[in-house]
C-alpha cells in the first residue's frame, strides 16, 4: 500500500534536515504504528505524505500502491485515497462542517472520474457515520472546528475520514489531548473501519492509544529514522521503559 | 492693500468656481413651490461647499473627477442572460431604465401599508408629506462632513420613488435599475418615510446607468424597522455615487446590506442619525473586485440617544489592481451614554497587486460607552487552505470556499435568509466566472 524508500526531508526555510533515510512499507489492511520521543520526526512524516509546504524532499521516495505520491498535489493525493487525520485540526470560520465534508467527498469523486453525490445520499451517509461518533446535527451545523473541544475536533477528523473512505489513513498524535473516554470513542471509529483494503499508520507519542487500535506491526523512530520494528509488544516496552533503553540499544 | 489669498482659500474658490460651472447648463427640474425651493437650497449649498476635489480629506483616496464631470464617460452595457437578483422573490417591481421610470416594466404602484408615489408626481403637488424629507436629511447630513454629490443630486434628480410606510408593508419594494445606453447618467433620488411602528423591506439591482448618483433618504420614527439589500450592477465600466441618509427614532431598527461586484468606481456613503434611544442600525457590505475596480464605502454614523447600538461590516475582496477604501466614523454625541458602537472593516487581497486604504474614526464625548473598530488586510489563510486541499479539495476551488467564509460575517447581517440566499448564490457566480476566466 504505502511504500517509503530512503527518505530524507529538509525544511526549506532553515536548511535543518528532518528526514534522515525513512524506510517503510505497509501492507494493506494492517496497521502501523510509529512511535518515537518528541522531534524524532513523526509528524514531518505524515506531512511530507500529506503534500504540506515548506518541506523539500532532498531524497528517497514515497509511493502509494505504487504511485509516486511526491510529485503531486495534496488534493491529488487525497484523490489517490491518502488521509490524514490531523494533530491540530484546523478551524475554518465561516465555512458550515456539512459543506465542506460534502465539498470533500464529491471533489475526490469528481477527480476519480465518480458521479457527485446527490443531497438526499450525502445526509443519509453522514447522518448514520455522525451519530456513530456521536457527533450532534450542531456539530455539522457549525463552521468547521470553530468552537469544538479537543475531542470534537478530533471526532470530527475521524468523521472525515469515515466520509472519504481513504485507502491509507494517517493518524498524526490523535491521542493528543483526549480524556479516556474521547480516546476511546476516536478509537471506535477507527476500528469500525478497519478492513482488508485500508491500511493506518498511527503516529503517537504513547502506548495508550495503541491499547484501543491495536497494531500489527509498531515501529520506533528517532532522530529522523526508524531505528526499530517489532509487533505490539515493542509498544509495551516503550510503555515500561521509555525511549531510553531502546534509543541505547540501537545507537 | 489686498491680502493675498491663502492656499487654502484659493482651493475653495476653485471648488466653487466649478460648483458654478457644473450648475450652469444643467436642467432643473420644476414642480410645486416647495420642491423648486428644496432645490434651490441644495443648489445653493453645492455652490456654498464647492465640488469635490482630491485635496478634501474624504477624497483622498478616491479620485472625485469622473463623477463631477458634466458628461458621463460611457460604460459598455454587460449582456449576461441571466435571471437578474431576486427575480424569484415576491416583491413589488418598480423599474427604472437608464434613470428613467419605466411603467410598462413596473408593477401598478400600490400595496397594502403603504403610499408610493413617483418623485415626479408628489414634487407637482402644492401639499406633500416629501416636502418634510426631500434634501432634507440630505442637507443636515453635510455637517460637519460635506457631501457635494449629494447636493447636486438633490437639485438635479427629476426621478425617483417616494414611499411612506404606514404599517408592515406586504411584500418587499423592488428598485431596479437597468442599463441600455452606452453614456447614460442618472440622477434618482427615492424618501422613505417610516410612520411609528411601520416596517419595509427595500431591494435595490442594476447598473442603472453609466453613472448613477443617487439619494436615498430614510426616515423612521418610533418603533419603525427598514431592511435594505442591495446588488450594485455588474457592468465593468460603470460608476456610482450612492447617499444614504437615515435618521431613526426611538427603537427603530436600520438595517443595510449591500453587495458590490464589479464597477470601475463605487462611492457608497451611508450617513445614519441616531436621534432616538435604544435604536439598531447595522451598515454592512461586500465588495469584490478585480483589476480596475475601486469600491470606496464612507460611512457616518451618529449616536446622539442613550442606548443605541451600531455596527459597519464591511468586508473586500480584492486582486490584479483592485482598491478597496473604508472611511468609517462612529461619533458620539455628549449625553449619548451607553452606546455600543463596533466597526469592522476588512480586506482579503488575492494578490500583491492589490490595494486596501482603511481609516476607520472614532469620535467620543461620552463616558459611559462601548466603542472599537477592527480593519485588517491579509491573504488567503495558508493553514485552512492546505486543510481543505488534504481533503481532496482543489486549490480553486478551496480559495473560494475561504473567500466566501470571509465575506460570511457580512452577508450574515441580512436578516431575511432568502434574500441571503440571493446574495451567496451571486457571490459564488462571481467567484465561478474568475475561476473559469
Known amino acids: 500500500m504505502l511504500e517509503i524508500k530512503n527518505l530524507h526531508v529538509k525544511l526549506e526555510e532553515e536548511d535543518k534536515v528532518i528526514l534522515k533515510g525513512v524506510d517503510l512499507s505497509v501492507e494493506a489492511g494492517s496497521v502501523h504504528?510509529?512511535?518515537?520521543?518528541?522531534?524524532?520526526?513523526?509528524?514531518?512524516?505524515?506531512?511530507?505524505?500529506?503534500?504540506?509546504?515548506?518541506?523539500?524532499?532532498?531524497?528517497?521516495?514515497?509511493?502509494?500502491?505504487?504511485?509516486?505520491?511526491?510529485?503531486?498535489?495534496?488534493?491529488?493525493?487525497?484523490?489517490?485515497?491518502?488521509?490524514?487525520?490531523?494533530?491540530?485540526?484546523?478551524?475554518?470560520?465561516?465555512?458550515?462542517?456539512?459543506?465542506?465534508?460534502?465539498?470533500?467527498?464529491?471533489?475526490?469523486?469528481?477527480?476519480?472520474?465518480?458521479?457527485?453525490?446527490?443531497?438526499?445520499?450525502?445526509?443519509?451517509?453522514?447522518?448514520?457515520k455522525a451519530k456513530d461518533l456521536k457527533i450532534d446535527a450542531d456539530m455539522l451545523k457549525r463552521p468547521v472546528n470553530v468552537g469544538f473541544s479537543g475531542g470534537e475536533k478530533k471526532r470530527n477528523e475521524i468523521l472525515q475520514m469515515a466520509m472519504l473512505e481513504p485507502k491509507m489513513c494517517i493518524l498524526?498524535?490523535?491521542?493528543?489531548?483526549?480524556?479516556?473516554?474521547?480516546?476511546?470513542?476516536?478509537?471506535?471509529g477507527v476500528n469500525a473501519l478497519r478492513s482488508e483494503g485500508r491500511s493506518f499508520l498511527v503516529i503517537t507519542h504513547y502506548q495508550r492509544l495503541l491499547d484501543h487500535i491495536k497494531p500489527d506491526v509498531v515501529h520506533i523512530m528517532a532522530d529522523g529514522r526508524i531505528v526499530k520494528t517489532g509487533g505490539p509488544e515493542l509498544a509495551l516496552e516503550v510503555e515500561n521503559n521509555g525511549y531510553a533503553d531502546i534509543l541505547a540499544e540501537v545507537a | 492693500m489686498a491680502q493675498p489669498m491663502s492656499k487654502r482659500a484659493a482651493l475653495k474658490a476653485a471648488k466653487q468656481e466649478a460648483a458654478v460651472e457644473r450648475l450652469a447648463d444643467v436642467h432643473i427640474p420644476q414642480g410645486a413651490a416647495w420642491a423648486n425651493a428644496a432645490r434651490d437650497a441644495a443648489k445653493a449649498r453645492l455652490v456654498d461647499m464647492g465640488m469635490p476635489a482630491r485635496r478634501d480629506e474624504y477624497w483622498k483616496y478616491t479620485r472625485p473627477e469622473s463623477l463631477t464631470t458634466p458628461e458621463a464617460e460611457a460604460a459598455t452595457v454587460l449582456a449576461t442572460g441571466e435571471a437578474p437578483i431576486f427575480d424569484a422573490l415576491d416583491r413589488l417591481k418598480i423599474v427604472f431604465v437608464d434613470g428613467v421610470f419605466s411603467q410598462a416594466e413596473s408593477d401598478p404602484l400600490e400595496m397594502a401599508g403603504i403610499e408610493i408615489e413617483r418623485l415626479e408626481s408628489a414634487a407637482s403637488k402644492d401639499i406633500h408629506w416629501a416636502k418634510d424629507l426631500y434634501g432634507v436629511l440630505e442637507a443636515r447630513g453635510q455637517s460637519p462632513v460635506?457631501?457635494?454629490?449629494?447636493?447636486?443630486?438633490?437639485?438635479?434628480?427629476?426621478?425617483?420613488?417616494?414611499?411612506?410606510?404606514?404599517?408592515?408593508?406586504?411584500?418587499?419594494?423592488?428598485?431596479?435599475?437597468?442599463?441600455?445606453?452606452?453614456?447614460?447618467?442618472?440622477?434618482?433620488?427615492h424618501c422613505i418615510k417610516l410612520e411609528e411602528g411601520a416596517d419595509l423591506t427595500l431591494l435595490e439591482n442594476g447598473p442603472a446607468a453609466a453613472r448613477f448618483n443617487k439619494?436615498?433618504?430614510?426616515?423612521?420614527?418610533?418603533?419603525?424597522?427598514?431592511?435594505?439589500?442591495?446588488?450594485?450592477?455588474?457592468?465593468?465600466?460603470?460608476?456610482?455615487?450612492?447617499?444614504?441618509?437615515a435618521r431613526m427614532g426611538t427603537e427603530s431598527v436600520f438595517k443595510s446590506f449591500t453587495l458590490t461586484v464589479n464597477g470601475r468606481l463605487t462611492r457608497n456613503e451611508a450617513v445614519i442619525e441616531m436621534l432616538g434611544d435604544d435604536a439598531v442600525a447595522h451598515i454592512a457590505g461586500a465588495a469584490l473586485g478585480h483589476g480596475d475596480f475601486l469600491h470606496d464605502d464612507t460611512v457616518f454614523i451618529t449616536h446622539d440617544a442613550l442606548n443605541c447600538e451600531s455596527r459597519q461590516v464591511f468586508k473586500k475582496v480584492l486582486r490584479s489592481g483592485a482598491v478597496g477604501v473604508f472611511q468609517g466614523k462612529i461619533l458620539v454625541k455628549p449625553g449619548a451614554q451607553k452606546t455600543d458602537g463596533y466597526q469592522k472593516s476588512q480586506s482579503l487581497l488575492?494578490?500583491?497587486?492589490?490595494?486596501?486604504?482603511?481609516?476607520?474614526?472614532?469620535?467620543?464625548?461620552?463616558?459611559?460607552?462601548?466603542?472599537?473598530?477592527?480593519?485588517?488586510s491579509g491573504a488567503i489563510d495558508d493553514e485552512a487552505l492546505f486543510y481543505l486541499r488534504s481533503r481532496g479539495v482543489p486549490t480553486a476551488e478551496a480559495t473560494d470556499l475561504l473567500t466566501l467564509a470571509f465575506v460570511a460575517e457580512a452577508v450574515d447581517e441580512i436578516e431575511d435568509p432568502r434574500l441571503a440566499e440571493e446574495i451567496i448564490g451571486r457571490l459564488e457566480g462571481w467567484l465561478l466566472r474568475r475561476r473559469q476566466g
Open chain 2, 146 to 189: 460635506e457631501r457635494p454629490l449629494a447636493a447636486l443630486n438633490t437639485a438635479l434628480a427629476a426621478d425617483g420613488i417616494v414611499i411612506r410606510v404606514t404599517g408592515k408593508a406586504e411584500k418587499p419594494v423592488s428598485l431596479i435599475y437597468r442599463h441600455e445606453s452606452e453614456g447614460s447618467d442618472a440622477y434618482l433620488h
Open chain 1, 33 to 128: 504504528a510509529i512511535m518515537g520521543p518528541n522531534g524524532s520526526g513523526k509528524s514531518t512524516l505524515s506531512y511530507v505524505l500529506s503534500g504540506r509546504e515548506g518541506y523539500e524532499v532532498t531524497d528517497g521516495t514515497a509511493t502509494l500502491e505504487g504511485e509516486d505520491l511526491l510529485d503531486l498535489e495534496p488534493e491529488e493525493r487525497a484523490a489517490l485515497g491518502l488521509f490524514l487525520a490531523f494533530q491540530y485540526p484546523v478551524e475554518i470560520p465561516g465555512v458550515g462542517n456539512m459543506t465542506f465534508l460534502r465539498t470533500a467527498v464529491n471533489a475526490q469523486r469528481k477527480a476519480r472520474g465518480q458521479e457527485e453525490l446527490s443531497a438526499t445520499d450525502f445526509l443519509k451517509d453522514i447522518r448514520a
Open chain 2, 350 to 376: 488575492l494578490d500583491d497587486d492589490a490595494q486596501f486604504l482603511a481609516k476607520p474614526e472614532l469620535e467620543i464625548y461620552a463616558d459611559d460607552v462601548a466603542c472599537s473598530h477592527g480593519s485588517t
Open chain 2, 215 to 245: 439619494v436615498l433618504e430614510v426616515d423612521l420614527a418610533d418603533r419603525a424597522a427598514f431592511h435594505h439589500v442591495r446588488a450594485q450592477g455588474r457592468d465593468h465600466e460603470r460608476r456610482a455615487a450612492t447617499h444614504i441618509f
Open chain 1, 172 to 188: 498524526d498524535e490523535t491521542d493528543s489531548g483526549l480524556d479516556v473516554d474521547a480516546m476511546k470513542l476516536v478509537a471506535d
